[in-house]
């Protein structure tokens, strides 16, 4: 690999390669190298720019989604279920063709680029922090917390939300929240799993 991109940074091109690194005290990191040359209005290669990013938890997140049992079964569950799977910090990773349908947006528009928060509206989000502020006694942020504090404490089961759609309709959902875990216990993302309330 490190070969083929170095032949084409030599040609001139723009390249894109995946590698893994091991630091010193012997973690892996997995990372994405992108770059594009800079060329003198001549046309001489000057240099690259590009961006190096860490894709460690998000590959870790994605091979989990491949042996969750929830999201397989959220999965077969078909076009019934809205399917929304987050990283920790609640960037979306991957929607099924029922969430695109329900919220209007493709996958592309979002992972990577967004949290749940661009479709939720804001104000049930707001009462939803205080409610559980009010009940661990400790300040929740009106936010991806809030979801992120009902995957992890099991709350989440048949709670209603309102979805905003792209267009700005709004529609009711059912919403059950669950974290994706790896088999250790370490948690690297949340699952959410909804149903169109005026489908029932």
Known sequence: VTTTWMATAAAGQSF?????FRRPDGVVHEVLVQAAPI?????????????????TERNELMRELGTSL??????VAGNAYAVIATRTDGT?????????ALLGYREAELSG???????HE??????????????????V???????????????????????IRKDGSRYPVRMAM????????????CLGVARELRAE
Not at 122 to 139: D, K, M, N, W
Request: net charge negative; aromatic share 8%; with cysteine.
């Open 122 to 139: 804001p104000s049930e989000v707001v009462r939803c922090a205080i409610e559980l502020s009010e009940r661990l006694g400790r300040t």
């Open 16 to 20: 894109r390669s995946e590698h893994r």
């Open 70 to 75: 929830s999201f397989q079964q959220a999965l």
């Open 113 to 119: 680029r967004a949290t749940p928060s661009i479709f």
């Open 141 to 163: 942020t009106p936010g991806f917390e809030v979801f992120a504090e009902l995957a992890s404490s099991g709350e989440a089961a048949e709670r209603e939300w309102t979805y």
């Open 39 to 55: 060329r003198l209005p001549d046309g001489t290669l000057e240099g690259f720019v590009g961006t190096v990013v860490d894709q």
């Open 178 to 189: 669950s974290s994706i875990t790896t088999a250790s216990g370490h948690q690297v993302g």
């Open 92 to 100: 979306i990773v991957q929607m099924n063709p029922a969430a695109e």
